[in-house]
């Protein structure tokens, strides 16, 4: 979950130094699916109890808004 959860920051990072936008989108969907990804290790890792109940909606929520947010931002530039 911690390599998931880093490739997102690391990954939109990287694709900020590239020189096209055609770059940078890759990156940002590349860090869409390590979202996605760490998404799924967390949804796991509830079903298993390994994360404490109290913290699972903060958590939860977000994940989610990560989503929303970065989705929106590659949509917006899949469209210019």
């Known amino acids: 979950m911690r390599r998931a959860a880093v490739s997102v920051p690391s990954n939109i990072v990287e694709g900020c130094a590239r020189e096209s936008q055609t ?11 390590s979202l996605k990804e760490l998404n ?3 949804t796991l890792a509830c079903r298993l109890d390994y994360i404490e109940k109290t913290k699972i909606n903060e958590y939860e929520l977000k994940i989610i808004e990560t989503e929303k947010v970065l989705g929106a931002l590659i949509r ?4 210019t």
């Open 40 to 42: 799924y290790q967390y």
């Open 76 to 79: 917006a530039l899949k469209k």
């Open 23 to 33: 770059e940078y989108l890759r990156f940002l969907e590349i860090a869409f699916g």
